[in-house]
């Protein structure tokens, strides 16, 4: 089945600085991918989104790039600001509604 | 934009006792619904889907007579986690897709369930 791999699993930044997560799926078939933001004692909420046709997507400071011959994509917050301090999940979806999630990654902004 | 309504936010009950948690989407149709569960500092482990009209799906090692699922709506799902013990306490999340085909999933915020 399929699998997703993200790293790190802890990343702490300055403010200002940015922001790179990663992560790479197992299925080829895999032709959605979001990004998901957890803050503590809520549930996730997409952040931004990525579908297999399209090789990157920019949303303000936050943007996504998907290599799909490497099987790859990614997150990148520009100009990080305490309030992005959380968790962020990627996932991998495929032909069915069933969405596969990385193990997340803790973002710490220190002021 | 979709939003996801889960109650109640926080549940603190006694061992054995059944205990629901609602799902709605407040917004728009839902004709697919899942189920999480998030132990801390772990990601999100989907438990079962549901679609609305017929049987949940369960994931493997999900007891189905453990946690029932009911998704008599488009847009109200329900997990009854009978006779609760203290290894079922968690952090329980639903989410939903917003009608049909490659849609976002929105989730809700989340029940916390401590069993005593």
């Known amino acids: 089945g399929e699998n997703v791999e993200q790293h790190p699993s802890t990343l702490s930044v300055q403010e200002g600085d940015s922001a790179v997560i990663k992560c790479t799926y197992s299925?080829?078939?895999?032709?959605?991918f979001p990004w998901y933001k957890q803050e503590l004692g809520k549930g996730p909420q997409l952040i931004i989104d990525i579908r297999s046709n399209v090789g990157e997507k920019k949303d303000q400071r936050i943007a996504v790039t998907l290599n799909k011959t490497a099987k790859h994509f990614s997150l990148h917050i520009t100009e990080t600001q305490p309030e992005d301090s959380a968790v962020y999940f990627c996932a991998a979806r495929g032909g069915g509604f069933k969405t596969i999630f990385g193990a997340g990654t803790r973002l710490f902004v220190k002021a | 934009g979709a939003v996801v309504s889960q109650h109640p936010s926080r549940v603190i009950c006694k061992s054995g006792t059944s205990v629901k948690i609602e799902c709605r989407s407040l917004?728009?149709?839902?004709?697919?619904m899942f189920w999480y569960r998030q132990f801390p500092k772990q990601s999100l482990m989907l438990m079962a889907t549901s679609n609305e009209g017929s049987k949940a799906t369960y994931e493997q090692g999900v007891e189905k007579d453990k946690f029932l699922i009911n998704h008599a709506s488009l847009t109200l799902s329900t997990l009854t986690v009978t006779s609760a013990h203290p290894e079922d306490s968690s952090f329980y999340i639903c989410s939903a897709i917003r009608g049909r085909g490659n849609q976002p999933q929105h989730f809700g915020d989340g029940t916390r369930l401590s069993i005593l």
């Open positions: 299925d080829s078939a895999s032709n959605y």
């Open positions: 917004d728009f149709q839902a004709t697919t």
